[in-house]
């Protein structure tokens, strides 16, 4: 058995619940198509477009945009919507856009005073609401322009294009209600202090790969061959904070895929709070490699809350460093972070390796690790293991845990599971109340030394996984 004290946070990947604390946001609507009686819609292309207003989200109305053929004249569409003066306490936008069967990307840039900001989005034929930030567009055509300053917009500007894999059409695209919003998670922070990584915790598995694994199939692809991916989030997760909670920073490990999970040749980067709502300290993350808003907040006595929200991985294929861990920074002291499944539940269970891909090689015996997260009193929960052929779900190995959980802590126990196959299996544990954990691994027979000059090797690049 293998105690983690003092500090776990446990970060939950929650998709399903409200995208940010409403008290961390203030929202402002800024464009509303009710009552008009023409497209407010400027087209700034030749090419035969038209504007209508359209039943629009939640009841609201909207404006769709539709393009018979997109091959002719500029081989693309664009058109601009004004926007009326803002105050100053706004550093975002949300609107609802909207696509077709054709219709798949949409670029978005805001010109400002000082410079225009742009960004390329996927669309579906379903409303959905994006949010524009400045950690999100990035300079258009603009010299001098670093940063976008939402409280100085002045116009929307719409595109779509050949040069975005389109079809010639037709093509359709919806724009709904626009707000401008303020929130300390976008509030630009000090920049991080770096530090000598050396010593620092790794986890079992990377930051970035548990990131990606438990959030499988609901990533935004920003680029078509998934260079950039997005998850809007939010990001859910408690600490058990020792010492005083409201001095604390947030610390993360970033590693070279060279050495990968290795601190030695690392940097340990640590940032200070942004911002600060009420009882909620706000941080920022902002990598090439990594970007999300932060905050952390007390929940109950000793139980810390930790939002993220609006995060953005990539470009991939630059080979740049990675976040191997992400850390609570407590009294001088890392504390490694965990990643959790169920956000409702007091007592969170996970099962992890420290097998790149779980997967295990030859006769290396398959251990795992089953880490409980538990907020409240020491407590002693019995789970019943089973694995399962991913393939055919015939139950191969049976056995009960018996595990000691300390209070306020992570506390880590290990098995073993005697496989004799190779394959695909799901592992999964589950206590007498109903906590439950599953993991899929691999075991694979141990790779054969071959001749060079007798063997060959194909690679289909376009078919090549970027992430």
């Known amino acids: 058995m293998r105690t983690i004290p003092a500090t776990c946070l446990a970060t939950l990947l929650s998709l399903g619940s409200a ?33 209508a207003f359209a039943d629009g989200p939640n009841g609201t109305r909207a404006l769709a945009v539709r393009i018979a053929d997109l091959a002719r004249d500029e081989k693309a569409c664009a058109a601009h919507l004004e926007l009326p003066p803002l105050d100053a306490r706004r550093n975002a936008l949300r609107l609802w856009v909207r696509g077709s069967a054709n219709t798949k990307r ?8 000082a410079g225009n900001f742009a960004t390329d989005l996927p669309l579906t034929p379903e409303w959905r609401q994006v949010t524009l930030s400045p950690q999100n567009t990035t300079p258009w ?48 922070g000090p920049p991080p202090e770096e530090r000598d990584a050396k010593g620092a915790p790794v986890p079992l598995q990377p930051f970035t790969v548990e990131l990606l694994d438990m959030n499988r199939g609901q990533w935004e692809f920003i680029e078509p061959l998934g260079g950039r991916l997005a998850l809007p989030g939010p990001v859910v997760g408690y600490a058990f904070p020792t010492g005083d909670p409201t001095n604390l920073r947030i610390a993360y490990l970033c590693c070279d895929p060279e050495f990968p999970d290795d601190p030695a040749h690392g940097t340990l980067k640590v940032v200070s709070a942004a911002a600060t709502e009420g009882d909620a300290q706000c941080f920022r993350i902002d990598e090439p490699y990594l970007s999300c808003g932060v905050a952390l907040r007390p929940e109950t006595p000793g139980l810390l809350r930790c939002e993220l929200r609006d995060i953005a991985l990539g470009p991939a294929t630059t080979g740049d460093r990675y976040v191997a861990a992400l850390y609570l920074l407590v009294g001088g002291k890392l504390h ?19 097998r790149v891909g779980n997967v295990f090689v030859g006769d290396e015996p398959c251990r795992i690790s089953l880490v409980g ?13 089973r694995a399962m052929d991913y393939l055919t779900r015939q139950t191969v190995w ?43 691994i691999c075991r694979i027979p141990r790779p054969r030394n071959v001749n060079p000059e007798q063997s060959s090797v194909g690679i289909n690049l376009f078919q090549q996984q970027v992430w």
Not at 106 to 113: D, F, K
Not at 373 to 385: D, G, Y
Not at 410 to 438: Q, W
Request: include cysteine; proline fraction near 5%.
């Open 336 to 354: 490694a972070a965990w990643l959790a499944p169920d956000s409702q539940a007091v007592l969170q269970v996970r099962l992890l390796t420290n």
């Open 141 to 188: 055509f603009s010299e001098g322009a670093t940063r976008l300053d939402v409280s100085q917009a002045t116009q929307l500007r719409f595109c779509i294009g050949l040069w975005q894999g389109h079809s010639a059409g037709p093509h359709e695209f919806g724009i709904g209600p626009v707000e401008a919003i303020y929130s300390p998670l976008f509030a630009a």
């Open 373 to 385: 997260m538990n907020p409240q009193a020491e407590r002693t929960r019995t789970f019943a293991l």
């Open 19 to 51: 995208a940010l604390a409403a008290d961390l946001v203030e929202a402002h609507p800024w464009v509303s198509f009710e009552g008009l009686a023409t497209s407010p819609l400027t087209f700034e292309t030749k090419i035969p477009a038209e504007s």
């Open 106 to 113: 949409l670029e978005i840039v805001v010109r400002t005073s």
């Open 398 to 440: 049976r056995d009960r845990l018996t595990c000691h959980l300390s209070a306020s802590s992570a506390t880590t126990h290990e098995f073993t599971i005697p496989l004799k196959r190779f394959g695909i299996f799901e592992v999964a544990a589950e206590s007498e109340d109903g906590l439950t954990a599953t993991l899929r």
